[in-house]
């Protein structure tokens, strides 16, 4: 019994922690929320089309990004937007870049590396937890 208390505690805390996650939205503002996207097709966030597919200058240009802003970029990706933003708060400012996909961070680490930007931290979240 004394063996079999912790566990049956640890189960009924584990069970508590799953109830208190929110049930995942399937849309947003009456549009339909993709599928988390694989790491292995990261390449294609980096495509020159972007650009003109997208407008991702246009939109980051509406975020109104100022230097010394601290910044969350959500689904940060391999850093498509994280670059960018980092660029724009200047080395006062900060980014906190989080994914939930390990293999994401480790190309974002490796794109902030080889541009030797500093004001990034990259953070592995877990679905209902950003960290
Ligand atoms: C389509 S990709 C976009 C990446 C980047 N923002 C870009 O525009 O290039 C979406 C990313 O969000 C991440 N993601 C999905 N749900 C997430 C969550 N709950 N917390 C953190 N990241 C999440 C996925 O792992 C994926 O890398």
Known sequence: MTRLLPCLLLLSC????AEEAPPGLTEYL???IAMTMHWKGAEW??????????SPTLMRRQ???KPGMTICDMGCGNGFHTLPLAAAVGEKGKIYAVDVQPEMIEML???LERKGVKN???INGRFHDPR
């Open 45 to 54: 966030l980096m495509r020159r089309v972007r650009e003109q597919e997208e």
């Open 120 to 122: 990034v931290e990259p």
């Open 63 to 65: 975020l109104d990004v």
């Open 30 to 32: 009456g549009r339909q």
């Open 109 to 111: 680490r490796a794109n």
């Open 14 to 17: 584990l069970a508590a922690r």
